[in-house]
């Protein structure tokens, strides 16, 4: 647990533990939940398929490939629930293949029509 204030920037790190100095990583989805075990019913999008959700979101430099930093801004869910759960997915890539997931972006993905 981490306490922090309502608007309080939330820093965070993440580091791929690996001897291949060839790997990368990149946040690809992370989502907040008011509950631990449910991050489908009532959620809260920070960045989804690389795509930023949040306005308070940003990226800091990190001079490693294995090691990603971000920062958003703490909120609280509606009704007064006092805690945040946070679930992060995070991509491993090799470093300098540009057809991999990590250098893709931002994906959005289009809908399709409903056939008859």
């Not at 981490?2 to 533990?17: G, K, M, R, T, W």
């Not at 509606?78 to 805690?83: A, D, E, F, T, V």
């Amino acid at each position: 647990p981490y306490c922090v204030d309502i608007n309080q920037n939330l820093f965070l790190e993440a580091y791929l533990h690996s001897s291949d100095s060839n790997l990368m990583l990149f946040v690809d989805t992370c989502v907040a939940s008011p509950t631990p075990h449910n991050f489908t019913t009532v959620t809260y999008d920070i960045i989804r398929n690389g795509c930023v959700q949040d306005s308070t979101y940003s990226t800091y430099y990190s001079p490693y490939r294995h090691i990603v930093r971000f920062k958003f801004n703490a909120f609280q869910f509606i009704h007064n629930n006092p805690l945040v759960y946070l679930q992060c997915e995070l991509v491993v890539c090799r470093a300098y293949d540009y057809s991999s997931r990590c250098y893709q972006g931002c994906i959005t993905r289009s809908k399709r029509e409903a056939s008859s």
